[in-house]
């Protein structure tokens, strides 16, 4: 029964854990106990304990002694029944058994023998929940609670019981053959052991003294307890097997102390499963992995997986992906050490190559232990410090590193020639791409570039002189943009400045993600825009015009649905062109009885026309200029009513209307015979009236592209023109939807190769300096695949990085799995050979910014089987569960002829059998 202890105070409880967290700190050994506890009873009691100090607040302490206990909801006895599975059937073998997926730090904490025993007297309840501490590591200061003993299953024969039983990975075969022989009531004598993995008699298990974590017993394991007569003799000892498991281990290195804040900080004992993120480094031991200790199980090779050491996933994936590449498999499994570039000064002299080699040969020895690739990361960092620590690291960039690494630390050049880049001197592009590649290899030679590099044509024409440049240069993977097909609707309203018709309304399908270049694009399609015309994107807030969208690449995204867009139709490029910007006021009246005038406010949608520099341009021209800007909506008079005038339906061709970049000295002045109230602002803000003075010339030498002009609308002014035409401006979108097929089609993986090849102008940031004009120019850039590679590496652009904001992408991309045809996307027609592709591996990222966990769904060819690697857990998947919104680095391999290439380099009398599921 027991003890019941005197009543404390929250704050005596609280003082008590301290004391007994500081009286055990760093004394943790072997067989030391530690207890479960569920996270949400101890949330609750961290709650309890820290709210004397917000009851207080600056209060008195009388005021805080008057504060009752049962008014600061003291926990209710201990309740540890959500870390229990119910489902499983319990038995004096197995006794409790907890969910398999609990995570600590979510769903429960690990408390000391002592600090347990405190809280356990205080509030009673469980069920108690014991674990030990084990040893992980050659260190003694390598330990963790194994919160996951190992689950095996005994098979007794010939008699063909069963029974479970959860034993520790470091007992030893002897204690295990004791516990069979006590659950099967068994004389010892009479007894053997087998590994019977996959119920297959794999290794007689007679070494009393090695642990099972020697003996490369895993969890789930299947055991062969065997009954014979000793006088028939004739076993052999058989190997055995050395293993990690893949349990859950939680490393108990630091204890629970009291935060500074006032609070009890939760445990800090780190014994999250092996697939799953953690902020700890998984403590497990990296095995020797000599000829004693390779398993002879028959597994499949190459389904070996990693221990992920602390968020080590984004490495783990993509290690997993470069060991299967078939090429690699065979290169770093034969001799590769006389091609060790060791003097190389942007290599890593030959260190990175020799721990990816020899890691690779552990993930492809027969067996299925996992691997812990300390070795690998602690070179890793030595020469690329980003990825040190256990933070969250982008796979992408992580595989850009190994491959130029693993390219310097293997380039068979020793010595690099310096070879000057010749131009292309409108020479054959055939023979400039051989020339460039042929320098290329003279200084890069390994087996990096022997798979994974290949050559695309890059072609600037300068915006000015229109020089054109083409280089051949190499690349190790594409970068792909995600371009949605996702479209949205926009209306925008189509002004004209030479007067052939009224505006008109269009509202137009564009890529929700797409660019003004897009909209440009639709809208000259649909208003038929002349060879010699061209449009002027602008957005209208407050009857002004906010800002000329003339960026092609500014973002649609950034227009709103209640924003309003207008385009004007103007002539192609005069240089030295300004614009003429004509803004309406009217006249708006006061409330009350003497409704008297408030002044002249603006109204309506400005109008534009361009204005030459290079003319004299005259107060009477401008007069004519706003005249025929005006003169579609000018009323007349017919059939005793007001009609608006047919120049609104004039042909653009047929019209006899005066340019409007020039004035019209000629006949077409009579037109000014009713001169428009008109006010010019000059360079000093002031405004010019522009009903006198036709003869004045107007300067035009002001630093901005606008020139503004107002028109002011009388009412008598108002009866002469429908200006109805220029007052109700739509929205982008009045009405926001987009259909439920427009949101869910899937976006191609050729939509983006097209997106990536599609001619665009450079960044300003990136602006390309002209040989011919001596400048920095924003030139176009065109690129185009001239020459694949054995291996493509495709990187798709789910993540965005911006000063204000991160975002990540989570666009399905139907990703071919089979039959890539490249064909028509290789520039170089001389090469009549398909380029057909197919997948074989792929990293994918699941979850946000910072975070996430990475996975890679991997075939091996020799077994036409894909599987899922998540750090050390493998699983068989269906083709089907390839694909996914989580896809992010692709790696296609060229389809050959000759299908024996398609080998991952494996003996396939290794590869007879498959595992099972779980590793």
């Not at 209640?562 to 300004?578: C, E, M």
């Not at 665009?760 to 185009?784: F, G, I």
Request: charged share 25%; glycine share 6%.
């Amino acid at each position: 029964m027991v003890e019941v202890a005197p009543q404390l105070t929250p704050e005596e409880e609280k003082q008590a854990v301290r004391d007994i967290a500081v009286a055990t700190e760093a004394q943790t050994k072997v067989g030391d106990t530690f207890y479960l506890i569920t996270q949400r009873w101890w949330q609750d009691w961290l709650e309890y304990v820290n709210q004397t100090s917000i009851v207080n607040d600056g209060s008195s302490s009388e005021h805080q002694g008057a504060v009752s206990s049962s008014a600061l909801k003291k926990p209710s006895c201990i309740n540890n029944s959500d870390l229990i599975d119910e489902a499983v059937y319990e038995d004096s073998a197995t006794g409790v058994e907890l969910h398999d997926t609990l995570v600590e730090g979510t769903d429960y904490i690990l408390l000391p023998k002592e600090v347990w025993n405190k809280l356990h007297s205080w509030y009673g309840g469980g069920p108690v929940l014991a674990r030990k501490v084990i040893n992980t590591g050659h260190s003694q200061t390598d330990l963790s609670v194994e919160v996951y003993p190992l689950r095996l299953e005994l098979h007794l024969m010939p008699k063909g019981d069963r029974s479970s039983i959860r034993i520790s990975k470091k007992e030893t075969i002897g204690e295990l053959h004791r516990k069979a022989c006590e659950i099967f009531d068994l004389t010892p004598k009479q007894v053997f052991i087998w590994d019977y993995f996959s119920h297959q008699k794999h290794a007689l298990m007679n070494d009393m003294e090695r642990t099972l974590d020697e003996a490369n017993i895993q969890m789930d394991q299947d055991i062969l307890v065997e009954v014979i007569n000793i006088k028939t003799g004739g076993l052999s000892s058989h190997q055995e097997n050395g293993s990690i498991n893949n349990g859950s281990l939680a490393p108990a290195t630091s204890h629970s102390s009291i935060a500074t804040s006032g609070g009890l900080s939760a445990s800090k004992f780190s014994s999250r499963n092996g697939n799953s993120e953690s902020h700890f480094q998984n403590l497990n031991t990296d095995k020797a992995y000599g000829t004693s200790s390779i398993s002879t199980r028959g597994a499949t090779c190459g389904l070996t997986g990693l221990l992920n050491l602390g968020n080590t996933c984004f490495m783990n994936s993509a290690i997993q992906c470069l060991v299967h590449t078939p090429e690699f498999a065979r290169y770093f499994r034969e001799d590769y050490h006389q091609e060790i570039n060791r003097q190389n000064p942007l290599g890593m002299v030959g260190e990175l190559a020799l721990a990816f080699g020899d890691l690779l040969r552990k993930l492809w020895a027969p067996g299925r232990a996992p691997v812990a690739p300390r070795p690998f990361k602690a070179k890793l960092v030595r020469f690329a410090p980003q990825f040190s620590g256990c933070s969250q690291h982008d796979s992408q960039e992580l595989l850009a590193f190994l491959l130029d690494g693993l390219h310097e630390d293997l380039n068979r050049v020793k010595h690099k020639p310096y070879i000057k880049s010749k131009d292309a001197d409108d020479r054959p592009d055939e023979e400039v791409a051989d020339e460039y590649w042929a320098n290329h290899i003279a200084r890069n030679d390994s087996i990096i570039v022997d798979v994974c590099q290949g050559q695309y044509k890059s072609t600037l024409v300068c915006p000015v002189c229109n020089k054109v440049s083409v280089t051949f240069d190499p690349f190790m993977y594409l970068s792909l943009p995600l371009q949605s097909t996702a479209t949205r609707s926009m209306t925008v309203t189509i002004f004209t400045c030479d007067g052939s018709a009224l505006p008109a309304a269009y509202t137009l399908t564009v890529p929700k993600h797409g660019r003004c270049r897009d909209l440009i694009q639709a809208l000259s399609n649909a208003c038929s825009l002349q060879f010699n015309e061209k449009l002027l994107l602008a957005e209208i807030r407050g009857h002004l015009i906010y800002r000329f969208l003339e960026d092609p690449m500014i973002l649609l995204s950034t227009i709103k649905e209640d924003d309003h867009l207008t385009a004007y139709k103007i002539p192609k490029v005069l240089k030295k062109t300004k614009f003429l910007q004509l803004i309406h006021r009217r006249e708006e009246q006061g409330t009350g009885n003497a409704q008297s005038p408030v002044g002249w406010k603006p109204y309506g949608t400005p109008l534009v026309s361009p204005i030459s520099c290079d003319d004299t341009i005259t107060r009477s021209d401008i007069q004519q200029i706003v005249h025929t800007m005006l003169s579609p909506m000018l009323r007349t008079k017919g059939s005793g009513a007001m009609t608006t005038s047919n120049a609104s339906t004039k042909s653009h061709k047929d019209s006899s209307i005066a340019d409007p970049i020039k004035g019209d000295s000629g006949s077409s002045k009579s037109m000014l015979s009713e001169k428009l109230p008109l006010q010019l602002v000059d360079e000093n803000n002031a405004c010019i009236d522009l009903t006198v003075g036709d003869d004045k010339v107007v300067k035009l030498s002001l630093p901005s592209m606008s020139i503004l002009v107002f028109v002011d609308w009388s009412q008598k002014l108002l009866a002469s023109y429908d200006t109805n035409h220029i007052e109700n401006l739509p929205e982008v979108c009045k009405h926001v939807h987009v259909s439920k097929k427009a949101r869910n089609e899937p976006l191609s993986l050729y939509t983006c190769l097209e997106a990536f090849l599609r001619e665009e102008p450079l960044v300003p940031e990136d602006m390309w300096y002209c040989p011919q004009c001596k400048e920095r120019r924003q030139a176009s850039k065109k690129l185009d695949l001239w020459r694949l590679p054995e291996v493509l590496v495709i990187h798709l652009k789910r993540f965005s990085y911006s000063r204000s904001m991160k975002h990540k992408l989570d666009t399905y991309v139907n990703i071919p799995i089979h039959d890539f045809d490249l064909t028509n996307y290789v520039a170089n027609k001389n090469n009549t050979q398909r380029q057909i592709y197919e997948l074989y591996a792929l990293t994918n990222h699941y979850g946000g910014m910072g975070s996430g966990h990475y996975t890679a769904h991997i075939k091996l060819l020799d077994e036409n089987r894909w599987y899922n690697f998540d750090d050390n857990h493998i699983s068989p998947i269906n083709e089907d569960d390839v694909k996914s919104a989580a896809a992010y680095v692709l790696f296609y391999k060229r389809v050959n002829n000759d299908r024996s290439s398609a080998s991952n380099g494996v003996d396939s009398n290794l590869n007879s059998q498959n595992i099972n599921s779980n590793s």
